[in-house]
Structure formats: C-alpha cells, structure tokens
C-alpha cells in the first residue's frame, strides 16, 4: 500500500508537471493501469452537449474521439448520479452502452469514479479488466483518492480541444542515431485502424464499388494463394486465404456493409464498422481459437481497405522533397519507395532499437526514432525536429530552436566529414592490436556507403532484406543477380552471407507467420530453412553461383541450437555445390559458420568447433535470449542491456572457446557500435567486428585512441562489478581519459 501511495504521489507530480494536456492525459491512464495492473483505464470529458467522451485511454482504440449521449452507458450513471460504478461484468448491467469502436467488448469489470471539481462534476476516471470481478474495496478507494486530486489538474475540453503547443518534447527509442529538422510525410498504406468512419456525401454508387473491390480482393487472394503453391507451401498457409475468401463472400458479412452503406456510410466507413462490429462479437467469445479469428478479420480489413483506397485513387504519392517518414513501422519495401537521400528521418509509433526498421535505419544512416506509441498521430507537412541521438522529437518547433538545432547538425556534418579521413587508415589500438572493421548489410544501396566508410569486407549481409522487398519468393536467379552485387562491389574481401533468418520480428508480406504465441521462440532462422529445404537449396545455390570466380564467400546460420542442424546445414551446402559443379560451374568451398546467439550455443561451441570455419556472436538476440528481454518491446527496452554482467561474462566464455578451439570469431550485433560495448569487446580480446556503415568511422576513430593491454585490465576489473550501472560508471571513467 505505501508504495501504491507513492506512486499515486508521483503521478500527481509528474502529470502537473506535463508540458501539454494531451500528454497529462496519456500521462495519467499510462500509469493508473500499471498501477492498478489492469487493462483499460480511461478518461472521460464531458463535451459542450455534456456527452461523456473518451478523451485517452490505455487500452482502448482512441483514433476517434466517441462520445455517448448524455447520460448514457454506465460512465454517463457515475457522471450523473455523481458516484461509483463498481461491477464485475459491465454488459450484464441494464444501464451498459458501448462505446463504440474502442474494442470495449472484451473487458468485462468496470470501474468508475467521476471526477469532481468544485462540486461541478467534469468527467470520470474508468478502469476495465478482461477478468470478471469488481475491483477491490481498497483499490476502489484509491481510484476515489486520485480522481479527487486529478479533478484539479486535469484540462477541461475546451483547453484541450484550442490548445496550440510549442517545442512539445517527446521521448521515443533511439532507432538509429542523428538530426533532422524536416516535414512529416505519412506513410499510410492505409489500415483499418485509420479510416474515419463517416457519412459520404454521395454513396449511390457503393453496392457496385464494394461488388468490383470484393472480386479485385479475391483476384488478390487467389493469386497469393497461388504463388505459396508454387513455392511447395501447403497447410496452414494456404488455408489461411481460403478463409479470407470465405469471409468475403460470408452472407451476414456481406449483410452488415449493405446495411451500412444503406445508412449513407463511405464504402471505407462501412467495412470499418462491420469488421469492427465482427471483431468485438468474436473477442467476447470464450474460447481461444474463435477470438484469435478477429485478428484474421482485421488482416482481411486491411487488404479491402487498400484495395478501396486504390480503386477511389486514394492511395498516397510520393512527395518530391526531403521528408520525415511516419508510419507504425517501417519496412523495406517502404523505403525502396523513395529516392536516395530523400528520408531524412524515420518516425514510428512502434518498434524499439534492435526492431528491423531500426537496423535498416543504421544501414542507411538514417536518424530513427521509435516506440513514439500508438497515441502518436502527426499530420501531413508537420515540422518536426528529430533529435534522435538524445531520443526526442520535438513537435512545434519555435523558428529559434530551430535555428539552434541547424548549427548543431552543421556541427554534426563537419565532424563526419573530418572522420572520412580515417578512411584509409587501418583500427589499430595504439598498443598496436589490429581489429577488422567490417559492415553490415542487407540493401544493394548500402554497400557503396559501407566500401567509402572504410569497411574491409561485409561481416553481415541480412538475405532476408532483399527477400522482404519483393512479392513473392525471389527466384534463384533473381537471387543471384542480387548477391553478384555484392561480390563485385567487394572483391575479394570476405562476404559473409546469413541465410534467411525471417520468423520473430521479420516477417515477409508474402509468407507471414504470424500465428505463433512466441514468435521470437518460434520457427525462426535455421529451424525455418530446414523445414523449407525447396527455399533454402535454392538461396544456397544462388549464393554459391553469385559467388563463382571470387574468394570471400562465407555461409552464415541463424539461431542455430544443435550440432544436428549445424550438420544438415552443412550437408545442403555440400549438395549444393555438387549441383552447380555438375553443370559445370566453378565453384570453391566456401567457409561455414554459425550465428551464437541462441544461449545454448555458447557451451557447445567446443563440440561444434571441428564442423566449423568461424562464429559469429549476434549480440542482439543473445541479449535478448539472455536477458529474456523482448528487442522490440519499448515497454522493457530500458532493461536490453548489452553491459549487464551477465553478458559481459557469456561473451568472455565465447572468446574463451572460441581460442581454444581455433575458431576464427566476429561481433555482428548492434553492441558493435557502440562505444561502451567496444571498449569492452576490444578488452575481451574480439578482434573482428561488423557494424552499419554509419557507425564504422566513429568506431573507429574510438579504436585508434584505446590501449588494448588497458582494455583487457579494465575488463578484468569489470567482471567482478555485479551491476550494469558500475560496469558503465568504470568504462566511462576510462573513456573520459582516452578521449580527454
Ligand atoms: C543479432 O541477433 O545480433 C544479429 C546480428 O542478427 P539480427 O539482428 O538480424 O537478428
Ligand atoms: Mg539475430
């Protein structure tokens, strides 16, 4: 209880503290559902016709703001009657009305409590849970507690609904690090979750628009379908589209938009409503495989909605100047939509710092900013300034700060400019210990950038990059055209080539897998390409055609767990090079290693070492697997942490296998560029590195100013810290000299 008090103190502060209602708002239900530990908490306003309208909530869809008549649904019964509504299942009481399209359906307890300013009630405060009861008596009089004190702070709706800010500050995860001072461009492939549910003014035409969208999605859906079956994929998949068609042509489905439409609604709008109003209904049932088929719905949605905004010429262009890209997540494919140079910054509601986008980011050197959460929504043109080295975006920005912030990336431009200079100069520790630079890959458009930064190979090229931008299952030949690239750009130096590694965060638009409850546990990487072998034979000879007539390619598996897979890893490459030998190619064994980044790997190392050329640590998952942290949950991203003791002793174990086994050994992960992890890696004896193109001249420049004897005594001293924070004060305090 006294810590609920403290927290409730600290909420209070932190709220009166807030530079913007809409930020006390979210502010305030953010942390009164942590601190309840339940679902929803919502806050209502009453608006000028004193309808009870929800102004912010954790955990229910806001992107419109819904109001209920006055008076209504049981938040409207505690606004009036000015008391507690405390119940165990909402929908089972006389006076529940939902608010609709918020996903309300699946909480069933309900709790509120109005909120009560100089006897004028102006709202009330809710709390929902999935589970059934009432809430506890002595929580209940908390939430009474904070309401009346929250009545004080919180906006009234007219200041919410004029309120103009300026250098509103937000904090995200930093993605990729940078500046930009720039517009917003929304890149809305348009979902579900952003059509405004509204009248048309003329819908005469609807039951004919929604008759041609229907026969273009099941045109869609067909050819998907057909293109899995090509690719000898069978089962669940394909089973998956015959459901979408089976919807789509469902007669209560079909009932509900003509009913809509019939009501005047957009063709947009009345999907929305009648997918929404499927999902809620499906959500509420009790039993798992029928409420996990909402989330097919929503999928179905999505592809109706982008072919309706295609069909009314809706779908977005591509503007001709720099732009600050937004979108919930970034792929790929998106970026290939721009022209280099053209994306100044990247902003996303979701993702966290070891996410995909942020590693496209850094291979592009592109300023990202993630996890801004879902309550994010700039409009078009906005300007922006992105200050993603010190992980915040500042929205409004005065003509004077912006001023500030130009001469800084002046600044930042002139610095990176003079490190270019070190291009040609080899990363040798002053004690004279030599380290390879390598970069990291995935795009056709970084290896230019990645040859000017200096770097002496690719240490990582990420194959399921390419095969994200694509439609369909790159062939082996389109494939191969794709790795020559990379030999030729390259030459001689090592090309180390990972096979697909999709499942977890990666998914491929063609191929999702999406029905995992632990993706990041799941059919991922080597498991994937094993099971897949009609995939996985094909990318294999692609790599080793590619590679015919030069000398650096090296075969990389993922997410490797067992000496089994390490075997018929290898016996497909072997099968492969028989093939093309067999057609007369000229084809070198090439060297093969493995991704440890699985936390069983680490003590197998010895065992696998005679199988082996070479390991790569991929520090990202490893951490993630060590830590059991989500890389790309930015609710625990503060707990992703590469100098936690634990990691700095895996690591140490690693290297210590990998010398005794004569393993030649590499860091590919994010850990790679940055400083405080380099310090320590150097000190730990790695002496091959791979990290983004941007980051290599940095990193660098650091290795030329350490003393590796230094490093490896630091080290020493390190391992007997048990805390990440005394790790990072001792490793600053040696940089601050070094760097001094
Ligand atoms: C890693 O896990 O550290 C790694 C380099 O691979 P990825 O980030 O692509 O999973
Ligand atoms: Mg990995």
């Given amino acids: 209880m006294d810590s609920l008090l403290l927290q409730i103190s600290q909420l209070v502060r932190k709220a009166s503290d807030a530079s913007d209602p809409e930020l006390q708002l979210r502010e305030i239900v953010d942390s009164i559902s942590g601190m309840f530990a339940v679902d929803v908490c919502s806050v209502y306003l009453l608006n000028e016709k004193n309808e009870p309208t929800l102004y912010a909530s954790h955990g229910l869809i806001t992107d419109n703001p819904v109001s209920l008549s006055e008076g209504r649904g049981l938040i409207g019964k505690a606004i009036q009657t000015k008391s507690i509504v405390n119940v165990a299942n909402a929908a089972q009481e006389d006076e529940f009305e939902l608010v609709p399209n918020t996903g309300e359906l699946r909480f069933k307890s309900f709790c509120a409590v109005p909120l009560i300013k100089q006897g004028n009630c102006l709202g009330g405060l809710v709390v929902q849970s999935k589970k059934a009861e009432v809430l506890a008596p002595h929580l209940e009089a908390l939430l009474v507690t904070i309401a009346a004190q929250l009545a004080w702070l919180i906006p009234d709706q007219k200041v919410l609904e004029k309120y103009t800010p300026v250098n509103l500050t937000l904090s995200g995860l930093k993605g990729a690090g940078g500046l930009a001072i720039g517009d917003v461009h929304l890149l809305s492939l348009p979902t579900l979750e952003q059509v405004k549910v509204e009248k048309a003014p003329d819908n005469e035409d609807t039951l004919s628009e929604w008759q041609r969208v229907k026969s273009l999605v099941n045109d869609q859906l067909k050819a998907e379908k057909q293109q ?36 005047g609604y957009s063709l947009a709008g009345a999907v929305k409503k009648t997918i929404m109003g499927f999902v809620e ?37 591509i503007p001709d100047h720099p732009v600050v890209l937004f979108a919930r997540e970034v792929s790929v494919s998106d970026i290939a939509l721009f022209q280099d140079g053209q994306i100044q910054a990247i902003l ?24 801004l959460g879902a309550q994010f929504l700039p409009e078009e043109n906005e300007r922006v300034i992105v200050d993603a080295d010190n992980s915040k975006l500042i929205r ?20 990176f400019e003079k490190l270019k200079e070190l291009r040609d100069l080899p990363a040798v520790t002053q004690d004279g210990i030599r380290v390879n630079l390598l970069a990291n890959s995935g795009l056709l458009n970084d290896l230019e950038p990645s040859l000017k930064s200096g770097a002496e190979g690719v240490g990582l090229y990420r194959t399921e990059i390419p095969f994200m931008s694509c439609s369909a299952f790159p062939s082996e030949q389109e494939q191969a055209t794709i790795y020559r690239e990379l030999f030729s750009t390259f030459g001689d130096l090592p090309v180390y080539m990972r096979v697909l590694d999709i499942g977890g965060d990666k998914q491929l638009p063609y191929f999702p897998i999406n029905d995992e409850q632990n993706p990041a546990l799941g059919w991922r990487g080597v498991r994937f390409c094993l099971d897949n072998t009609a995939i996985f034979r094909s990318q294999l000879v692609a790599m080793l055609q590619a590679s015919e007539g030069y000398h650096g390619l090296h075969i990389l598996a993922p997410m490797v767990s067992s000496l089994e897979q390490i075997r018929s890893f290898k016996s497909l490459i072997g099968e492969s090079i028989d093939l093309l030998q067999g057609k007369g190619h000229e084809i070198k064994r090439p060297k093969v290693g493995c991704m440890i980044e699985v936390p069983a790997a680490i003590s197998q190392i010895p065992v696998w070492a005679e199988e082996l050329d070479f390991i790569s640590i991929g520090s990202n998952d490893l951490c993630q697997y060590l830590l059991s942290v989500d890389r790309n949950n930015p609710r625990v991203a503060s707990l992703f942490d590469s100098t936690h003791p634990a990691v700095l002793h895996e690591i140490k174990r690693i290297v210590q296998f990998a010398e005794s086994a004569s393993l030649d050994i590499c860091l590919c992960g994010e850990m790679a560029s940055d400083p405080r992890s380099v310090v320590m890696l150097i000190g730990l004896g790695i002496k091959k590195l791979s990290l983004g193109a941007a980051q290599l001249p940095r990193i660098k420049k650091l290795i030329r100013s350490l003393n590796y004897k230094d490093c490896s005594k630091l080290v020493i001293r390190l391992s007997g810290i048990p805390t990440s924070e005394g790790i990072k004060r001792e490793i600053d305090a040696y940089l601050e000299k070094v760097l001094a």
């Fill in 228 to 263: 899995m079956a090509q690719q000898s994929i069978t089962g669940e998949v394909i089973g998956i589209f015959d459901m979408y068609q089976l919807l789509l042509e469902d007669s209560a489905f079909n009932h509900a938009v003509n009913q809509e439409l019939g009501l």
């Fill in 281 to 317: 209904t499906f959500e509420a049932i009790e039993d798992e495989y029928l409420s996990s088929r909402a989330e097919d719905l929503i999928h179905l949605g999505n592809k109706i909605i982008r072919v309706i905004y295609e069909v009314e010429g809706k779908i977005h262009t």
């Fill in 348 to 371: 996303c509601s979701e993702g966290s710092l070891l996410s995909h986008t942020a590693i496209l980011a850094n291979a592009l050197g592109i300023p990202a900013l993630l996890g």
């Fill in 396 to 415: 409004f920005p005065s003509n004077a700060l912006c001023r500030e912030y130009e001469t800084l990336k002046q600044q930042q431009f002139d610095e």
